[in-house]
């Protein structure tokens, strides 16, 4: 089990050009949590998605961040546009489809790291 | 969710054990507590969860009070790559909620040699 993968490991982009985050889920996990986490600070909820439906997105910004999680392929986080205080790690994790109670254990990816320059 | 409080910093000796405190004392009956860590730069890695009952599996310890309202984690003995931040969660899952796991400030245990 190859666990959450995440691409790519650094990223370095210019302002005002996008940003493509990739992660695919630990097999069989059909659901997806987005966290970023600024620089000498904590982690902070993003979104959460489920294969072709966004769960909860309270945690994302207003403008130029989206995500998305498709039938086929790895869940992808996009930001438009981007600004120097997008400058951070994005971690990706996922947990299986659960039932009616019980914990829900998230496994983490080791994250992406943007940079914008 | 209820509110943890850990915590921001503690030390431990390299060999011995490393009790972890975090209140939780507006927890409801149905909240699990749950533990992670992360090491420097590094994405969280899962330690160890429960609701009621204490918990123990390769990594650590978990004891929660009989009134649920704070509970322990223990690392048997720690070793210098167990320097980390340890965040305390606790969360409710169901269908009304979207198990999303809210991280707090967590505690930064240095274990030295």
């Known amino acids: 089990n190859a666990g959450v993968m995440q691409n790519p490991r650094h990223l370095v982009r210019r302002r005002g050009q996008e940003a493509r985050l990739r992660c695919s889920p630990m097999?069989?996990?059909?659901?997806v949590y987005w966290y970023r986490q600024l620089p000498e600070e904590g982690l902070k909820f993003m979104v959460y998605?489920?294969?072709?439906?966004?769960?909860?997105e309270s945690g994302m910004p207003k403008e130029r961040f989206s995500a998305e999680f498709p039938k086929e392929g790895p869940s992808i986080l996009r930001i438009q546009q981007v600004v120097r205080g997008d400058s951070a790690a994005y971690f990706c994790a996922s947990s299986p489809r659960q039932g009616a109670s019980g914990a829900n254990v998230l496994t983490f990816g080791a994250g992406s790291r943007l940079t914008v320059l | 969710d209820a509110k943890t409080t850990q915590p921001p910093s503690m030390d431990c000796a390299e060999g011995r054990a490393a009790n972890l405190p975090c209140n939780h004392s507006?927890?409801?009956?149905?909240?699990?507590v749950y533990w992670y860590r992360q090491i420097h730069s590094q994405g969280p890695q899962y330690i160890i969860h429960?609701?009621?009952n204490n918990e123990t599996n390769e990594m650590a310890s978990l004891i929660i009070t009989e009134d649920r309202k704070s509970s322990t984690l223990i690392l048997p003995h720690a070793t210098l790559r167990d320097t980390a931040v340890y965040y305390c969660?606790?969360?409710?899952?169901?269908?009304?909620?979207?198990?999303?796991?809210?991280f707090g400030q967590g505690t930064t245990l240095q274990v030295k040699p």
């Open positions: 429960g609701l009621k």
């Open positions: 998605l489920q294969k072709e439906n966004i769960i909860d």
């Open positions: 507006t927890i409801s009956g149905n909240e699990y």
């Open positions: 969660i606790v969360r409710v899952y169901g269908s009304s909620n979207t198990g999303k796991l809210i």
């Open positions: 097999k069989g996990h059909s659901h």
